[in-house]
Each structure stands twice: as C-alpha cells, then as structure tokens.
C-alpha cells in the first residue's frame, strides 16, 4: 500500500524480491529435474529393485514417481517385443562373448537357465553363464563378473 502511495523506493525492492524468488524457483526445479534423472537413471542401472541404501535417501514422492516409471517402462516393453515382450535393460553394453564367467558374492538358491538346467549359486562358487541371464544379478550385487 505504501508503494503505490508513491514511494518508488520501496516499488525497487519489491522487484528486487520477487526477482529473488523466481531465481531461487529456477534453482529448485532444476535440482529437481536432476535428482529425477538421476532416479531415471537408478531404473536402468539396478533394475526394478532398488538396495534399501538408495531409497532411504529418496522422498516418498521420488520412490512414487519412480513406481510410475518402473510401471510405464514394463507395460512400453511388454507391448514392444512380440509374446514374451523385450527387455531393454539387457545388454546395456554390447557383449564381447555370450557366456562369461562369474563368481557367486551371496548364498542365492538356485537359478534356472534357459535350457532347464539349475544351477545352485553358493557363495564364492564359480561358473560359466550366459550373460543375458546373469546380467541383473550382477547389478544386484549378487554375482561379479571376473575377467580373465
């Protein structure tokens, strides 16, 4: 009231201010926007899991919108690759070879591949797998890759 009573000094501040915070709402959504590629991000990396180290720093609206990114992700590759769907998390990196070798970090039960067969994955054992089975287990921090 005083500023449109004629007091141009105070009519400065008031854009000054509002200058401010619109500077500090671009900050904010632009930290947002980050923190959700990042979360984006996790998706791919870790798979449809998370470790409970990551999401105990999320906010329950970030661990929401990334179920509402898992779910639009799963529905977009069921209806991409035919009757089984296609899963795009696989091969990230383009294999060199289509069996590597892995060693076992956690006691994880059995594991079936695609010809039947079971393995038993045990702590510290070793075996020969096909990557596109062993993938995900090896970003869950269940199996590690050695190279020869």
């Known amino acids: 009231s005083e500023a449109k009573a004629g007091r141009t000094d105070l009519i400065l501040l008031i854009r000054f201010r ?8 671009r900050c ?11 979360i ?3 998706r791919w990396e870790y798979g449809s899991v998370l470790p409970n180290t990551v999401q105990f720093h999320m906010s329950a609206e970030e661990v ?4 509402r990114y898992k779910k639009s992700l799963a529905t977009y ?3 991409v690759g035919g009757e089984e769907g296609l899963d795009l998390t696989q091969d990230i990196k383009p294999p060199k070879s289509l069996y590597i ?4 970090l956690k006691d994880y039960g059995e594991f079936e ?3 039947g067969t ?4 045990k702590k510290n054992s070793q075996h020969f797998l096909p990557r596109w089975k062993c993938e995900q287990l090896i970003r869950q921090g269940v199996l590690e890759h050695i190279l020869s």
Not at 64 to 67: I, K, Q
Not at 118 to 121: A, F, H, K
């Open 18 to 25: 509002h200058c401010c915070l619109l500077r500090n709402q």
């Open 28 to 38: 904010i959504l632009a930290y947002l926007y980050d923190r959700l590629l990042r």
């Open 40 to 42: 984006r991000a996790l």
């Open 64 to 67: 929401e919108w990334f179920n």
């Open 77 to 79: 590759m069921r209806s």
């Open 101 to 104: 070798e892995v060693r076992c």
């Open 113 to 115: 591949i695609d010809d």
């Open 118 to 121: 079971t393995v038993l994955l």
